[in-house]
């Protein structure tokens, strides 16, 4: 398909990546291996769980629990994908193809691909997981230069529950990755890998570039990007900047992402201040108050763990991956836990004028100090450079006028002091929970 074409077919949302893209990279330009991993990455789930779901409640109990002994590092991929495949015997080809043809692909894939095809990137998919049948379709579908996948036996159209080939040997993937660079005059320097599990370690430890897209814990760590958002088209503003030869393209990047940093500073503040309503509802529904925040946090604590194993709680865990810092990423974001710990002890332990106080300190001063430090913080604090006077300043102010509203002057001034000089301290997400707590001790014993 030409360009001309291509870009008639997409939507607005990719339109501007790809113009960007089209005017940095001619077709003859760099071109790199770029190893897609199928389950997980481009399809939603994993192949084996959608099938096992078709054939029945008991296989998909099984298989679920098999694919968990695996995420848990207590049976390899060789012992998952035998026993997984062992179960499936008798299961006819036809079946089979039917559940590969309705798993639902990630945002953009063919898009992506296909662009990426387009400017001289060699495009291969490679599965441990899902037959080499249907990785190979799917290559054809997607538009990339090639697929590879699981060796499967079959008898009169009928699976035989045997695994084979090159991708279900250890060290398989990697293997099969050196042969096609050797074949394109590759190195593993010129390696892009996009994958989500522990599978895929081996080859993400020698691959120049390595993102991972939905990421389990073990590959969030090592990944150098991270896609989160399940739109395959993020690949591309990696690519932009990891293969920028001009200054107009590196500063389009930077831009993009300091606008993104702004936006996703200003939600993540909007959540910080709801903690605010917690003094005015209290005061009336106490119990209930803290019943709901206990509530909150747990939920959290659930969404969290799930977004750091590549997988997304509803509703909550897109608020999250939206509102967090980049640096956070890639473990478990603890800033709303101290925050809602801070206002339930507050609220448990302290007089209601104090925990007043405390809870609106830790909403607006901490907001105040974030937003002054990011745009006028030039003179940094000597014993934490990451915070600057001018933040630490707008966060005495904004905890005095707090203070104003609930107590006498002399305490008020107090209470701005105490949590400015905390909030000034290097303790990343727990000043959150000891802003409040350590303002409100000295208040109490004052
Ligand atoms: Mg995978």
Known sequence: MSKLSLKDTITPHIHGKIAN???THSPDGIKKLIVVDVDGVLFKGQFILHLA????TAVCIRTALLCLLFNMNKISIQELITRVYAGFRGVMLSHAHMVYKNIPLIKHARETIEILHNHGYFVVLISSGVPDIFVKDLAVRLSANDGYGLGLGTHSERLTGDVFG???????KKGLVEELLTKNNLTW??????????????????????????AHYTVRQRARHLIDNGDMSEVLDIMDIEDADTSKTLFAGMRRQFTHSWYQEIRRKFLHVLIAFVPLISGYFFHTTLLILFSLLIIYMISECMRVNGYSFPLLGRITRLSIRKFEERDFAFGPVTLVLGAILSTLFFPAVIAST???IVAFADTAAT???RSLGNHRIPYNIKKSIEGSLAAWTVAFFCGCIYLPLLPALFAASISS?????????LDNLLVPLGTGIILTCL
């Open 421 to 429: 000089f905390i909030e000034s301290l290097p303790l990343r997400s």
């Open 189 to 214: 320097q010129d390696t892009v890998v996009i994958v989500d599990d522990r599978n895929n370690l081996d080859i993400m430890h020698k691959a120049g570039i390595t993102i991972g897209v939905n």
């Open 21 to 23: 893209f089209t005017s």
């Open 358 to 360: 405390v809870i609106w």
């Open 166 to 172: 090159q991708l279900f040997r250890p060290d398989g």
């Open 371 to 373: 937003m002054v430090g």
């Open 53 to 56: 779901r078709f054939l029945g």
